[in-house]
């Protein structure tokens, strides 16, 4: 039973290993400490932000494949405790850019989030994301597409691959 399941599991990574939509292939942050597998070439940028009425420096590195991107985001903080606040920021910035709602939240503190909402023009979109903290940095791993494009698998994987180093 065991062996049934570890060979679907690799028959289904196979089949996503092969898809032209998503060429996996692991990225880690250029001045941010994390690694993360991405679908496609990913590019760096960065951008002033006010959260929780912080002005903070914004590192992001994003991907797009198949209509669905991917980014990670990260802030350092100087005053680390204010890291509990700046994540809901980022969810509650996160929810309002799409007008969403909550449709799954996991477990843990860090676990994924699931939302459902629109883009400004109309279009219904799926959002998965998760918020960590570690150290004096917060981390927003996101992925956002049509419901049709960002399957169960895709987000497993992209959110089960980040990590911070």
């Known amino acids: 039973m065991l062996t049934k399941k570890i060979l679907s599991t690799a028959a289904i990574l196979m089949l996503l290993a092969c ?10 942050g250029s001045d941010v400490p994390f690694r993360v597998l991405m679908p496609a070439k990913a590019a760096s940028f960065s951008r002033e932000v006010q959260l929780a009425g912080l002005k903070l420096n ?10 669905v991107n991917f980014a990670v985001g990260s802030v350092r903080l100087d005053e680390p405790g204010k890291a509990g606040i700046v994540a809901e920021a980022m969810k509650d910035g996160m929810l309002k850019n799409v007008q969403g709602q909550i449709t799954k939240t ?15 023009g109309g279009e219904a979109v799926t959002m998965a994301a998760r918020f960590i903290i570690k150290g004096p940095r917060v981390y927003q791993v996101i992925a956002i ?13 992209y959110m089960s691959s980040f990590s911070t180093e």
Request: hydrophobic share 40%; proline share 8%; net charge negative.
């Open 145 to 157: 597409g049509p419901a049709r494009q960002l399957k169960q698998d895709i987000i497993d994987t």
């Open 58 to 67: 914004m590192q992001m590195t994003a991907a797009d494949a198949a209509g």
């Open 19 to 28: 898809s032209p939509q998503f060429d996996w292939r692991e990225v880690r």
């Open 106 to 120: 996991a477990d843990s503190p860090d676990g994924v989030v699931e939302v459902q909402g629109k883009l400004p």
